[in-house]
């Protein structure tokens, strides 16, 4: 008996762990990403100590390296920083850009990409549920802020060149896993205008 009480106390336990751990990893990431954002936030305003440095370090090497700035779509509740890159680094802390897109709020099509659902954090698992005419804000290293309308979104191949299309024209989009990996659900914004 005493050694059926110990399995079923060890099956407990273990079921416990594996409810815990991921909500717990995925606290941890939020935490994370808001220490990236405040600190994005902070750098407008004053110099980093060495001492905030020391304590900091994780944090001020990746910003240093990548972080270039924020995205915020206030109707689906999202803010991440946005890291140079798409690679597994950058997409496990936050939003990346892909390199060989136009920069953040310049000219062409500058190309986001986030994980749709992760145990690290949510970043792009609401996308799908952005609507047209829904406003994205982006700001970039230099504090200019550009502000996107949702205009239109497909789902589409993992290689279909509608993502990434060069235009001459200040255009965002945004790209996201669908359809448990083998598809991409992606959204084409446009600044909003004077009045818009």
């Known amino acids: 008996m005493r050694k059926n009480g110990r399995s079923a106390v060890c099956f407990i336990l273990l079921g416990i762990a594996i409810v815990v751990i991921p909500f717990l990893l995925r606290m941890r990431q939020e935490q994370d990403t808001q220490m990236y954002v405040k600190e994005f936030e902070e750098e407008e305003h004053e110099e ?3 001492k905030k440095k020391d304590s900091k370090e ?3 090497l990746l910003s240093k390296e990548g ?3 924020i995205i915020e779509i206030p ?3 999202i803010k991440y920083p946005i890291f140079e890159g798409t690679g597994n680094t950058q997409l496990n802390e936050g939003i990346g850009h892909m390199t ?4 953040l709020c310049g000219k062409g099509n500058c190309v986001l990409a986030g994980h749709n ?4 954090g949510v970043y792009f698992t609401y996308l799908c549920n952005i609507e047209a005419g ?3 804000k982006i700001t970039n290293k ?4 550009h502000e996107y309308m949702a205009q239109e979104m497909r789902v589409v191949s993992p290689y279909d060149e509608w993502v990434t299309e060069e235009s001459e024209d200040e255009i965002l989009t945004l790209f996201t896993c669908a359809s448990h990996g083998t598809r991409r659900f992606a959204v084409k914004c446009v600044p909003v205008t004077e009045g818009g």
């Open 48 to 50: 980093k100590t060495d």
């Open 58 to 60: 994780k944090f001020s």
């Open 67 to 69: 972080v270039i700035g």
């Open 75 to 77: 109707d689906l509740n």
């Open 100 to 103: 060989e897109t136009a920069g």
């Open 117 to 120: 659902g992760s145990r690290r």
């Open 134 to 136: 829904t406003r994205v």
């Open 142 to 145: 230099k504090r200019e802020t």
